[in-house]
Nanobody, 125 residues
C-alpha cells in the first residue's frame, strides 16, 4: 500500500503561481511514475503531468502545457508541480497518483494504482 499526501493548494489570484507537492509516507517512488490530475466540480478528472521517477521521462497534458513543470526532489522523496500564470479555470482539486504506466499511458487515470486525497486550488479573478 502506498499512501500519498498532496500539499500546497490554496487560494491564489489569477496570474499567480503555486507549487504543489506529492509525498509518500510509506515508500519511495523508485520504480514508479507519479502523475498529477485535477478535477473541477461537475467535470471529469483531467491529466496535468506525470514523471517517471527512474529515468525522468515526463508527459504533460494540454490543459496546462507551457505553464506547468513537474519535477522530483530525491532528498524529500516528493514530486512537485510548479504552476504559473494561473487562471480561474485552473481551480480544481489536484490529485497525485502512483503507477507504472508506459509513457503514452501516463494521461490515463486507470494507469495509476494509488491516489492521494487531493489538495484544493482556487484561482480568483
Amino acid at each position: 500500500q502506498v499512501q500519498l499526501v498532496e500539499s500546497g493548494g490554496r487560494l491564489v489570484q489569477a496570474g499567480g503561481s503555486l507549487r504543489l507537492s506529492c509525498a509518500s509516507s510509506t515508500r519511495t517512488f523508485a520504480g514508479y511514475s507519479v502523475g498529477w490530475f485535477r478535477q473541477a466540480p461537475g467535470k471529469e478528472r483531467e491529466f496535468v503531468a506525470a514523471l517517471r521517477w527512474s529515468g525522468g521521462n515526463r508527459n504533460y497534458g494540454d490543459s496546462m502545457k507551457g505553464r506547468v513543470t513537474i519535477s522530483k526532489d530525491s532528498t524529500k522523496n516528493t514530486v512537485d508541480l510548479q504552476m504559473n500564470s494561473l487562471k480561474p479555470e485552473d481551480s480544481a482539486v489536484y490529485y497525485c497518483a502512483v503507477g507504472r504506466p508506459i509513457i503514452s499511458s501516463m494521461p490515463a487515470p486507470s494507469s495509476y494504482y494509488y491516489w492521494g486525497q487531493g489538495t484544493q486550488v482556487i484561482v480568483s479573478i
